[in-house]
Each structure stands twice: as C-alpha cells, then as structure tokens.
C-alpha cells in the first residue's frame, strides 16, 4: 500500500510539470503586443484545436502501440520545444507552425495521459479511485498553476519571453519523473493493428453510451474555448489593467484547484447524471447576466474554468469505466478529437465575431445558445447513462 502510495504521489509531481502557469496569463496579450490582431488569435488558437484533431487519433493510436510512457515522453517534449522557440519566431506563419507542434505535443498527452492514470491504478491500487487521484492532481497542477500564474506577469515585465522560457524548463522536468514509473500492461505488450484501432473506435462510436456523453461534453467544450480564448481582451475591455493579469489568473488557478479537487465528491453525492445536468442552467444563467452587466464576465470567467475542471475526470472515469484496456488511448484520443474540433471551430468564430462585437458581447450570446443546445440535446438522447435500455430504438444505457 506505501508503494502504491508513493506511486500516486509521483503522478503528482508529473501533473505538476503540465503546468501552463507561466505563459498562459500573457500568451494572447503577448501576441497582441506583437501586432497581431483577435482575428489572427482566433485563427492561431483555431490552428491548435484542428492539429490536435488531425493528430488525436495517430496519438492514440501510438499510445497504444509505443506505450504509455513512451507517448507521454514524447507530449513533454514537444511542448517543451514549443514554448522554447516561441519567443523568438517573428512570421506569422511560423506562430502557426508552433501552434501545430504544441497541438500534437498536447494530442500525445491528451488519451494518452487517462488511460495511463486508469491502468496504474488498475494494477497497482484501485481504478474506482481514478476520478479522486486525478482530481488532486489537477489541484497539484492548478495549486503549481497559481504560483506561476503570479511570476510569470513579473517576469513578462522584465522580458516577454521569461514565461515561456521557464514553462519550457517545467515541462521538460516532466521527461526523467515519467521513467520512475513501472511498466503497465500497454506498455509491454504487444499492441493491436491500425485496422483493429479503426474497427475499435468505429464500435465505440456506435454505442449511445459513449457517443451522447461527447457530443453533450462537445458543445460545452466549443463554449469553454471560445470565452478562454477571449479572456484577456475581455478583461482589458471591462478595465482591468495588465498588470493584473498575473494575480487574476492565480485566481482562476486557485478557483479551478478547488473545483478539481472537489470532483469526487459530486461524484459521489450528485451522480454523473445529475453533474452534467446542471451544466444547462448554471451556464446559461451566468451567460446571460454578462448581457445585463458587462462586470459579471469576471465571475463567469471563474465559473467557466472551474466547471471545466471539475467535470473534466467525472466526464473520464465514466467513459473509462465503460471501456477495455486495449485500445483504451485510442478510444479516448478519439473522444478528445471530437472536443477539439468543437473548441476550434468556436475559436475561429468567435474570433472573428470578437473583432466585429468586442470580446464582452460575443459571450452572452455564445452562453446562452450553448445551454440551449445542451437542454435540448440532454431532452433527446439522454447523453448520461448506466443501464440497459432501449432510447429511440436503440440498446442503450440509461441514466442512473
């Protein structure tokens, strides 16, 4: 049980290399700086929701065929790479090149980094606890997240490319931490053909269980990106000054902590059902009041990311829970790909309607219409389920 612990605790440090605190306070200002305009940062972070779409399944497929450690190794180093060069790229171009890079960086963590996490518990302590272990360590992660949050807007004030150079150094930490690990079983054995990878996802696709639950987390994910995407002009519209920025996104580091870390007990109190249910209200209410009063974009920009946190691992164990050990990074890849594409197409839009409305009053609107897509869509299909049933002519899984 102390091995296991220790184990658990590892995992901990690993999250705490992922951490974007450094740059991501200053990311979109520092391109703005730059003279690039939000339709270019609309496009730049577009750019990044469809390479990870294009790269999700070879990703996955990899993490599957290469290994667990492996695929991750390979994630660390190329965010790494990315955030090393990126202060010192000039041509638009190559910000989009990077964007890609970064994006596959992030598509080899992405199913990857789940099944990992499942199967080290699975064989190593207690898979039930996967929604608990990973959501203290998204609190590990947002806690680390917090505190470079903070440095990172001083060290922009000295020079621009400070954040990005130490979040390089942070994720590269994360490669000799990834080796302490023992092998799990995807790791050693023999992995399944790109023919039997295809045939998987095209039966997990199939099943209402698993193809509902993404396509609602979908369009909340298209909701999620495009507000993250136009948080700092928003900020900066309502006059929060830059220098700010660093403690308000502590801030949001802390919130989201909180949240992760709170992801097991609404599971276990409110159900996945219940959890996913109140995403329709909760947003849409929010949204709308930034209509009423442009100030409340603060607050919904901390619901926004708390939300995101906390039904992020609810959200993983429940597909993992209804998926085999083979091909398991792949079906997740697969499942990320899809909110992806969604995230990339709200940024592209949003960007563009941002440079036409103003950052603040693209969102009541996006807000509004996410929750009554996600009300209708929870009426028709049902998208959480647990047992057998029958919706619509199909066997199904019905809500718990």
């Known amino acids: 049980m102390a091995t296991s612990r220790r184990l658990v605790w ?97 598509a080899f963590r992405s199913g990857t980094s789940d099944a990992w996490l499942y199967e080290l518990l699975a064989a190593r302590f207690d898979e039930s606890e996967y929604a608990q272990v990973e959501g203290r ?16 807007g001083v060290l922009y004030g000295v020079d621009p490319a400070l954040p990005f150079l130490a979040n390089a150094v942070l994720a590269a930490l994360g490669l000799p931490i990834l080796y302490t690990f023992p092998a799990v079983a995807s790791d050693a054995d023999e992995a399944f053909t790109v023919r039997e990878a295809v045939e998987m996802l095209r039966l997990q696709a199939s099943r209402p269980a698993v193809r509902w639950l993404v396509a609602y987390a979908a369009l909340f994910q298209a909701l999620f990106s495009v507000t993250r995407t136009l948080e700092q002009p928003a900020l900066e519209a309502v006059g929060l000054p830059v220098a700010g920025l660093g403690l308000l996104y502590a801030g949001f580091k802390v919130v989201s902590a909180s949240a992760a870390s709170a992801a097991g007990w609404f599971e276990d109190h409110l159900g996945v059902r219940r959890v996913f249910a109140l995403l329709v209200p909760v947003y849409g209410l929010a949204y709308a ?10 607050p919904v920009l901390f619901l926004n990311r708390g939300l995101r946190v ?3 691992p609810i959200r993983n164990q429940y597909l993992n829970d209804r998926l085999d050990d083979v091909g398991r990074a792949t079906v997740l890849s697969g ?66």
């Open 10 to 106: 590892r995992y901990y440090a690993f999250r705490v290399t992922n951490s974007a605190g450094f740059y991501v306070p200053v990311a979109i200002l520092y391109l703005q700086d730059e003279g690039f305009g939000l339709d270019f940062v609309g496009l730049a972070y577009a750019v990044f929701s469809f390479a990870m779409v294009a790269a999700e399944i070879p990703t996955g497929y990899l993490g599957d065929w290469l290994g667990r450690r492996a695929s991750l190794a390979l994630g660390s180093a190329c965010r790494a790479v990315t955030l090393g060069a990126y202060p010192f790229v000039e041509s638009p171009l190559a910000y989009l090149g990077l964007h890609v890079l970064w994006a596959t960086g992030w």
């Open 289 to 298: 009041g930034v209509a009423l009063a442009p100030l409340a974009v603060v």
């Open 335 to 400: 499942a990320s790909m899809m909110l992806s594409l969604a995230g990339g197409t709200a940024k592209l839009v949003g960007g563009w309607a941002a440079a036409r409305t103003g950052p603040v009053g693209i969102l009541p609107w996006a807000g509004v219409a996410t929750a009554c897509a996600g009300g209708l869509l929870w009426l028709a299909v049902s998208p959480v389920r647990s047992d057998e049933t029958t919706v619509d002519g199909e066997t199904a899984v019905a809500s718990d």
């Open 137 to 152: 360590g998204s609190t590990a992660l947002l806690a680390t997240s917090a505190v470079t949050a903070v440095a990172g």
């Open 310 to 312: 906390l039904t992020r």
